[in-house]
């Protein structure tokens, strides 16, 4: 029984967010953190990347002659 009440004694305290400042920080960053920036331009990446692979696509059914100036010129223009 004297151990019991020397380990309840020495972990009795436990800082918790009010108690202790950089903890309270902590939490407030996590509850204010709105994400919607990165998912926003996580979007615009994707978009990117689904328009490359398109145009790639696009470009492989097309079985252009990429040694012919004049048809280089005409896919630049696209």
Not at 50 to 59: A, P, T
Request: hydrophobic share 35%; net charge positive.
């Amino acid at each position: 029984s004297g151990c019991g009440s020397l380990i309840s004694s020495q972990f009795s305290f436990i800082p918790t967010a009010s108690t202790n400042p950089k903890a309270a920080l902590k939490s407030k960053i996590v509850a204010e953190f709105r994400p919607q920036s990165l998912i926003d331009e996580l979007l615009l990446y994707k978009r990117s990347e689904d328009q490359i692979e398109l145009k790639e696509k696009q470009l492989s059914t097309m079985r252009v002659d990429v040694c012919s100036t004049e048809t280089l010129k005409c896919l630049k223009g696209k």
